[in-house]
């Protein structure tokens, strides 16, 4: 990517997606396209992420009991709860779509409006966040403290007695790296095997780079590693308040920029914008023809995009249910309803 | 457990109860104590499981797309929610204690009131509940029916192309055959290794017998085998409006029968009761003691009891978490705010 990116920088986006349309920059360089392969993630302390499995899974760091990590980050679902807003405590309706956890460490930061720097900062967000899961972390860490299982495995994992929320954080930060989904049909035919993808696929993916959309939609996670307006060319019709990036940055300039959404795993996260206001991908693809590239895109244009898209599904994690250490008799119970 | 459960069966619960005091029934037959190690589940159609693996954990079997079986009868946390009753679409409360799903095909049937006969039969309910999952066995069968993977599978399955409700129950059912727990230390105790179990364990499995709690928490699953009324020698205090058994019978003799639940893996499926009124094993066994036995076990008498009880925990199932089919464009989109 590295050349890549240096090269986007200097030209800027709109002169990038001329290039690519021409093909220009794949020349020279070692990265011939716009789009990396994943690399499969090297587990370096497989205790902190076990420790971080079962966390992402335990409704008990919700006020609830009811909602897990896993409950809007679906691991069975692409990393998401496929709903356009999430629910939250309470049956709550989020205010925005929740966004996969795979491939999540290859974003430059957390949220769609990039308010959290890392996973580790994330992490922190939706246990204590009242229309999330609504508990607090100094609840979530005397719910920890008073279940001896989890006690040990914390001393194991990080060799202190302190159990706070920053390693709590830090291991469900390390169970969300491991959430990487190499292997995708794209990233056969990217290292070298050209039956990896379908006559139709290639096409759709030629379009999507001469089209412009690989202008943001670059790199090993296809989205994730900038803030783009949603609404270039014509402005996004809405009834979500979310405007994005300038509610951490204050500038009036970074309203309505979000962070561009991975590709990664597309055909998984349905619906698609912040809003979750698409349903299917054709409906995707040609919104974001319309209003980013000012381009309506034919039936067969947007057939074939849709058909490369759906090359991007990596291997899913395979992973093993935890199962989670009982509370004790002194473990707080749950309140769902109070 | 034959032999065992005939002579119940002859003498009525209160002899049986006095006679297990004294240990008469142990002298002859097969089966020396009234409990019976699990045997190991041998699965025959694995992919008839597979997809009963899928339905189960698939909240697009629910109205709001957020709610799955695996919610209150989570495999993580002993195939319970760990709430006193359990959480609804639109975050409606439940009216009874979610039950254990853990060996639950031992069960003579199933709901605390014994109302489905058999899994099968249970399956179908919190679907279409509109309390639970709030959906209808037409829409269920819809959704599935509108994504090409499922078709498939079914077909694979069932060697049909009908994909019906009836399908979707077979599947989910045997599925939830599998889910039984062996090899508790109890178990390995029953099998001859008298050092699986501590002395006090084994004195609180003395007690456990010598007071009679045998005579409702017997056989392989320490329980599930028969209807019993909640208060025999004291009225149960509950503002739960169920009335058990006579709901399915109409008879008022059956007024707060409710089927005994199993005591497998009880440490891992708090809180207790119908009500879920218990928090912990020691209030759950004072409970028991005074209101079925007339009996106030002494505080050692508890201690021993609890922890005969948590021998009971067996191998939990491990399973790979499942990958869900992705939704297909024409899928009814979940309804989780209308």
Redesign the interface.
């Known amino acids: 990517m590295t050349s890549y990116r240096i090269l986007r920088a200097r030209l800027g986006v709109l002169a990038t997606a001329a290039l690519l349309a021409t093909g220009a920059v794949y020349a020279k360089g070692p990265s011939p396209e716009p789009i990396e392969p994943i690399k499969p993630h090297r587990v370096t302390h497989p205790a902190k992420v076990e420790l971080g499995k079962k966390l992402w ?4 760091l919700s006020k ?3 909602i897990s990590c896993n ?1 809007c980050h ?5 990393g998401s ?3 356009k807003t999430s ?1 939250g405590d ?2 709550q ?1 989020g205010p925005i779509n929740s966004p996969t956890v795979l491939n999540s460490s290859l974003n430059l930061a957390q949220f769609w409006d990039g308010r959290a720097k890392d996973l580790r900062e994330q992490a922190g967000g939706p246990i204590a966040n009242p229309g999330e899961m609504a508990f607090t972390h100094d609840l979530a860490v005397d719910m920890l403290r008073s279940i001896p299982e989890y006690v040990a495995e914390f001393k194991r994992v990080f060799g202190n007695d302190k159990l706070s929320i920053d390693e709590v954080t830090l291991a469900i930060a390390a169970f969300e790296e491991t959430l990487v989904t190499p292997n995708a049909r794209f990233d056969q035919w990217l290292k070298g095997d050209k039956k990896a993808i379908t006559a139709q696929e290639l096409r759709g993916y030629q379009t999507f780079k001469a089209s412009g959309c690989v202008a943001c939609h670059n790199g090993p996670n296809v989205g994730g590693n900038s803030f783009q307006k949603m609404g270039v060319v014509e402005a996004y019709q809405t009834d979500n308040p979310a405007e994005g990036r300038s509610a951490v940055t204050g500038k009036d300039a970074d309203r309505f920029n979000f962070k561009v959404p991975s590709l990664r795993n597309v ?2 996260t ?2 698609y914008f912040h809003d979750g206001a698409a ?4 409906e995707a693809v040609d919104t974001m023809g319309r209003l980013q590239l000012g381009k309506k895109f034919t039936p067969q244009e947007n057939a074939d995009i849709v058909a490369f898209l759906k090359t991007l599904t990596g291997d ?1 994690p ?7 250490p ?2 004790s ?1 002194q473990t707080r ?2 309140q ?2 109070e």
Do not use: C, E
Request: glycine letters at 4%; hydrophobic letters at 35%; aromatic letters at 12%.
């Open positions: 899974f335990d409704p008990r609830s009991g009811f409950s679906n691991l069975s679902m692409g709860d496929n709903l629910i309470k049956w309706k055909a998984l349905y619906p349903d299917t991908l054709p899913q395979k992973m093993v249910l935890p199962i989670l009982p509370s008799d119970r749950p769902p309803f």
